[in-house]
C-alpha cells in the first residue's frame, strides 16, 4: 500500500476569518476523503475545530519572530518531517507565504497561495477586493478544488438549556476591537434597541467579553429587562445561541459571524472602517447597514430591519 497522503492546510484567524474558512475546510476534506489533513492555527481556535471533525491533527503555531531562532528551527523541522504533499495556506499572509521557504527546495510540497514559486498560485487580480468566501473558493477552484459547499456548523451548536432563556430572545454584540471605536454603534443606541425588543415581548441577551464591560453596563443600567451573559459563552454557545435566537444584531465583530452562519437573522453595522463587500457575515438572513458614521444611525433603520 502507497503512503497515505497528507495535506496541510493553514488559517490562524481572527474569528470572523475562521468562520468564513470553514466552507474551504469542508471542501477541502471532500476533495481529499482518504488523506490525512492538518490544519496549522492559533491556540484559541484548537479546541473549537477539533469538534469540525474535518482535521486528523490540528497544530498550534507560535509564530515564532525572526529572532526566536529556537521556535522557528523546530516549526522548520515539524514541517519538513510532516511529509506534506500539498499545503492550502488559506491565510495568505506574509508570514503563512514565508513557511513555503522553510522547506528544502528539492522537497517542497504543492502549495496553493501566494507564496512567491509556489506551484499553485492564487492569480486572480482581484483577490484583495472581494469577500473572503470568494476569494478562497476562487483559490481552491485554481488548484483543483471546484466544489465548495456551503458551510456546515451543525458540529458546532451547544445544548443552551443551562442558560434558562426564554424562548423568544435576540442576541446584542454591542462590542468589537477595542482599539477600533469607529466599528461600535453607540451603546445608548443599543440600550435604546434592548428597550424596544423587550416592549415587544423579546427579551435582549448581551454578548461580548471584558473589553465590552463599559458598554454592557450601560445597557443594563438603561433596560433592566437584559440577560447579560458577557464572558459566559464558549464558542460553541454562541453557535446554539444563534441557532435559537429570534434575531440578532451587532458590530462587524467575529461572534456575529459565527451566529450568522448558524441561520440566525442578522443585521450587522458597519462604519467606514471596513468594507461589508469584503467580510460581512454570511448566512441565510443577513442584513447590513452601513454608515460613514455610526454615531449618525438611528434606531428606526435598524428596527425596519428586523423580523419581530
Known amino acids: 500500500m502507497g503512503q497515505k497522503e497528507h495535506i496541510l492546510v493553514i488559517k490562524h484567524g481572527a474569528l470572523g476569518d475562521v468562520v468564513l474558512a470553514q466552507s474551504p475546510f469542508q471542501a477541502i476534506r471532500k476533495h481529499h476523503p482518504t488523506a490525512k489533513i492538518t490544519l496549522l492555527t492559533t491556540k484559541l481556535f484548537k479546541p473549537f475545530l477539533e469538534k469540525s471533525g474535518l482535521f486528523d491533527e490540528i497544530w498550534v503555531d507560535q509564530k515564532p519572530k525572526l529572532w526566536h531562532v529556537r521556535k522557528l528551527l523546530a516549526l ?4 519538513r518531517e510532516a511529509g506534506f504533499s500539498r499545503v492550502y495556506d488559506l491565510q495568505t499572509s506574509s508570514r503563512s507565504s514565508s513557511y513555503l521557504k522553510l522547506f528544502s527546495k528539492s522537497d517542497q510540497p504543492e502549495w ?3 507564496a512567491p514559486g509556489c506551484s499553485h498560485p492564487d492569480k486572480n487580480p482581484d483577490r484583495r477586493g472581494i469577500h473572503t468566501i470568494e476569494r478562497q ?3 481552491l477552484r485554481q488548484a483543483g478544488i471546484d466544489d465548495t459547499p456551503p458551510a456546515d456548523f451543525s458540529w458546532a451548536m451547544e445544548d443552551i438549556s443551562h442558560f434558562g432563556l426564554p424562548e423568544k430572545f435576540a442576541l446584542l454584540v454591542p462590542g ?3 482599539h477600533r471605536p469607529e466599528k461600535r454603534w453607540p451603546a445608548a443606541q443599543y440600550a435604546e434597541l434592548a428597550a424596544y425588543l423587550s416592549g415587544n ?3 435582549p441577551v448581551l454578548i461580548g ?3 465590552e464591560a463599559d458598554v454592557i453596563s450601560h445597557i443594563k443600567s438603561v433596560c433592566t429587562d437584559v440577560v447579560d451573559l458577557s464572558g459566559k459563552t464558549s464558542l460553541e454557545d454562541l453557535a446554539g445561541l444563534g441557532n435559537s435566537a429570534r434575531l440578532a444584531v451587532g458590530n462587524d465583530t467575529g461572534p456575529l459571524h459565527l451566529v450568522a452562519a448558524v441561520g440566525c437573522p442578522v443585521t450587522v453595522l458597519f462604519s467606514r472602517a471596513s468594507d461589508p463587500n469584503r467580510a460581512r457575515p454570511r448566512g441565510t438572513d443577513v442584513t447590513v447597514l452601513r454608515e460613514e458614521n455610526l454615531e449618525t ?3 428606526e ?3 425596519q430591519t428586523l423580523k419581530l
Open 201 to 203: 415581548g423579546i427579551t
Open 176 to 178: 468589537g476591537s477595542a
Open 297 to 299: 444611525l438611528s434606531n
Open 137 to 139: 473558493r476562487k483559490q
Open 209 to 211: 467579553g471584558s473589553a
Open 301 to 303: 433603520k435598524v428596527y
Open 112 to 114: 496553493s497561495g501566494i
Open 76 to 79: 522548520r523541522r515539524r514541517l
